[in-house]
T-cell receptor, first 114, second 113 residues
Framework: GNSVTQMEGPVTLSEEAFLTINCTYT??????LFWYVQYPGEGLQLLLKATKADDKGSNKGFEATYRKETTSFHLEKGSVQVSDSAVYFCALIITQGGSEKLVFGKGTKLTVNP | ETGVTQTPRHLVMGMTNKKSLKCEQH?????MYWYKQSAKKPLELMFV???????ENNSVPSRFSPECPNSSHLFLHLHTLQPEDSALYLC????????????FGDGTRLSIL
């Protein structure tokens, strides 16, 4: 079936550290891939997306590249800030049974300390 | 401010109570969603409405009853819930079903006693 696997959290980093949150997927067909972010006490917000192989999504210093050969969409940021503390969700959208479904990973909690 | 407002933000109820969660969006979207977010589990899609019609029920128990009177409002009626139903319930909307991005509300934190 279609699924998304994220690295287990929580992840704790110091400010200005490099961030990688791994995400791999299993899907029939060619999904679009997304990263959502959930700040404390809030709902999810779309952070970035990629719709085809080798696309790179980027936003707010975060990047992720759609790697079809490794079925991955790892999230990276070169220098994290305290304000990046949140839960990050990898997701894919796949067409199934004539309708499109959004499938989320379990989320990875990131804490950035000053 | 995401344009999607959920009320109440917090709700504590007993297993025999009946309550409703409300979601409202003023984004001109035509699709609305209910999600359940439990600790250490993937976000679970519960229901999808597209142009007021329910297009998806993801095997949700009948103690959860959605209602979509118009494209801007979505309700989730709750009755005889179980302790395992305690979770954060998120509402989202998008221009059309399954289109991205989905805009999420801040959620209702539900606790079942």
């Amino acid at each position: 079936g279609n699924s998304v696997t994220q690295m287990e959290g929580p992840v704790t980093l110091s400010e200005e550290a490099f961030l990688t949150i791994n995400c791999t997927y299993t899907a029939t067909g060619y999904p679009s891939l997304f990263w959502y972010v959930q700040y404390p006490g809030e709902g999810l917000q779309l952070l970035l997306k990629a719709t085809k192989a080798d696309d790179k999504g980027s936003n707010k210093g975060f990047e992720a590249t759609y790697r079809k050969e490794t079925t991955s969409f790892h999230l990276e940021k070169g220098s994290v800030q305290v304000s990046d503390s949140a839960v990050y969700f990898c997701a894919l959208i796949i067409t199934q049974g004539g309708s499109e479904k959004l499938v989320f990973g379990k989320g990875t909690k990131l804490t950035v300390n000053p | 401010e995401t344009g999607v407002t959920q009320t109440p933000r917090h709700l504590v109820m007993g297993m025999t109570n009946k309550k409703s969660l409300k979601c409202e969006q003023h984004l001109g979207h035509n699709a609305m969603y209910w999600y359940k977010q439990s600790a250490k589990k993937p976000l679970e899609l519960m229901f999808v409405y597209n142009f007021k019609e329910q297009t998806e029920n993801n095997s949700v128990p009948s103690r959860f009853s959605p209602e979509c009177p118009n494209s801007s409002h979505l309700f989730l009626h709750l009755h005889t819930l179980q302790p395992e139903d305690s979770a954060l319930y998120l509402c989202a909307s998008s221009l059309r079903a399954a289109e991205q991005p989905q805009h999420f509300g801040d959620g209702t934190r539900l606790s079942i006693l």
